[in-house]
Structures are given as C-alpha cells and as structure tokens.
C-alpha cells in the first residue's frame, strides 16, 4: 500500500478483554515499531522490529503486552486483561531499516484509537 | 510567534507570520533530532532532522535550530499558512538507542486568519 495501514481505526473494549491491533507496514519496510500515544502526549516507543523477530522490546509497559510479526511484514499488537488505562492511540511506523539515525525516516499509521470502559 | 514547548504548549500566529516553536531535549547523549507534525486523528509526518554535528537545516518553510548547549531545539515555520495548523513534536534520539524515538509532550500551533 501507499502508506502504513492500521486497522481497527477506533475499538472500544469491555475492561478484563483481550484486543488485537493490526498493522501493516509499507511495502518493503524491514523495520517496524509501534508506539502509543495517550490524549495530549508525545508518542511513547513500545516495540522496534527487524524482520521477524523483536530487536527491542524495552517499551512494553507490562506482561500483558504482546507483538508478533511472523512473516516479516504485519504485525500485530497484543493486549490481554485490558484496563482503563490502557485506553490510548497505538501507532505503528515503519521504515526501510537501519538505523534511525542513518536518516532512515519513520513513517507513521494513523494509528488504533482504543477506548477501554 | 514563540513559544517555550513544554511551558506554552499552544501558540497562535497570524498567517503569513512566522512561527517558532522550541523545545528542550532531556538526554545530552542524543545525536539526532525530529521534528514532527500531527493533525488531528491522524499519525505524526515527518518534517526534518537534524544531527548533532550541525547547528541549522534548513527545509521548504522551515528551518531547525540546535542548540547542544543548552539542549535547546526549535522549528522555525516562515510565511505561517492555515495548512500548518497542528501539534508539533519533537523527538530525540541516540546512536546506543536508535531504534527508540524519545518524543517531547508537543506544541499545538493554531494560524488565524
């Protein structure tokens, strides 16, 4: 696609659910990240993947998140027992690799506005 | 119009004004700056970067100041339009962390007619 594809847009949950978050990179980008963004923040970095597997999972709050990306192109955004204080937006970027500071630009997806009540 | 980020996090400019935002980055070890641009409901863009090894960038309308000094960042908008109307974030980053992006709480810029 044109540009990072995220899906569901809005998603509002019972508190104690479990939520699926999709998200689905630009076409050739190696590397993606999602972060999460509460109301009137800067977004906050959550997990970084190259490839597959998960090179930096440091900013996952707790056990009860959880990404995966099998085959290297989507991933997905896990959440179990979810609570009210988990109600954010979740924004996925991807890039062509590489360092960040190699001016590899981020491009970000309009992100998964989740409401838990 | 200026403002201090974190301490004025809005700021109103006349169009055709020239805007400045700035922002103070917390971690002396950061090499690479972003600025970014978020309207609403959608995902931060990308604006410009700048590397510590330099002191301005300059853009189409913009231009990026640091100051290493006193870890000072500012975005410089010249002829403000009502298109530029949006929250401006910077974010930071180092060289033993490049993966992560370190975002500041961001600066809503409103252009009035």
């Known amino acids: 696609g044109a540009g990072v594809s995220q899906t569901p847009s809005n998603k509002v949950t019972e508190k104690g659910k479990y939520v699926e978050l999709r998200c689905d990179p630009i076409s050739g980008h190696t590397a993606l990240y999602w972060y999460r963004q509460s109301l009137g923040q800067g977004p906050e970095f959550l997990i970084y993947f190259q490839g597959t597997g998960a090179a930096d999972d440091s900013g996952l709050p707790n056990d009860r998140f959880f990404a995966v990306r099998p085959e290297g192109s989507v991933s997905t955004l896990k959440i179990q027992r979810t609570e009210r204080g988990d109600s954010a937006v979740y924004l996925c970027?991807?890039?062509?690799?590489?360092?960040?500071?190699?001016?590899?630009?981020?491009?970000f997806g309009e992100g998964s506005w989740l409401t838990v009540v | 119009g200026e403002s201090v980020g974190l301490h004025l996090p809005t700021l109103s400019v006349q169009e055709g004004d020239n805007s400045i935002i700035n922002c103070a980055y917390s971690n002396s070890a950061s090499d690479y700056f972003i600025w970014y641009k978020q309207e609403s409901g959608k995902g931060p863009q990308f604006i410009i970067d700048?590397?510590?090894?330099?002191d301005k960038r300059q853009g189409q309308r913009v231009t990026v100041l640091l100051n290493k000094t006193v870890k000072h960042l500012s975005l410089q908008i010249a002829a403000t339009q009502p298109g530029d109307s949006a929250v401006y974030f910077c974010a930071e980053t180092f060289s033993g962390s490049a993966r992560q992006l370190t975002f500041g709480s961001g600066t809503q810029l409103t252009v009035l007619p």
């Open positions: 970027a991807s890039s062509l690799g590489g360092s960040i500071t190699s001016g590899n630009t981020i491009y």
């Open positions: 700048i590397r510590s090894n330099m």
